[in-house]
């Protein structure tokens, strides 16, 4: 599902209290640094514990190598491939829509929210509005004046998410929603469940950020006019953001901490070994597999 569809209405509350979904069986799990391919196919397993009857999962990841999550229809050629590789970067593709994103193992902070389709509402931006709740709640913990963008903006770079056209549906920007754009949200939905992640700035690195696409032709100052981070905006740690986040989506599913299975994490490794770290699945676009 693409992150730039959008329906009409909102739905639930911004006051940092438990949301409509928070009488379910919800787990935290606390951030973990791991590879691109492995937070990718985590998510997918989520999903599948959530449709089987398990607990449903709110998680804030990190992503250890950095790592560049190309959008869904993303044209690889768009990538500098040599510049990842000599820098350490991973590279791989997302089931959602959207451009890619540079997430810089300290200046990103990811997270996920996964549950069954039929707790959700139907029309995507009611759903958005409420699985972001959690989100605009930890900006606000943090002092950071953030909500969804005022308007809609151009795009500056259509091939990097964060230099897309900008939409009030799913982009947070500071300054009330005015100033720079701060965090990405994307959803998709299976068979019988929902997956949305998103990715927070905590430090946007304008140059390395842009380094991961090839040809890009945009300078440092001009993704600093488009995109900002937590740093920016409030004197906290990374740690402390972190922190924040992990409590907003705990108190908005009242869920309890707890941790992956063996075996979830042995289904993981088998999908990321045949999706999220495979060049056919990375390197080609959808049409050509």
Known sequence: MSDSEAAEDTVGTDDGSAGPLADREWRLIREESRPGPLNMALDEVAAETAADGGPRTVRVYRWEPSCLSMGYTQDPETVDWDHCADAGIDVTRRQTGGGGIYHDHDGDISYSITAPAEELPGKLLDAYHLLCEPVLDAFRALGVDADYADEERPAIYHPACYLRALHPAHDVCADGGAGRKLSGNAQYRRDSSVIQHGSVTFDAKPRDHLAVFSDHGIDEERFAERVGGITDCADATREEAVAAFE????????????????????????????????DGWVRERPGRR
């Open 247 to 278: 409590d907003a989506l705990a108190t908005w599913a009242d869920a309890e901490e707890s941790h992956w299975t063996a075996a979830e994490l042995a289904r993981a490794e088998e999908i990321a070994d045949e999706k999220y770290r495979s």
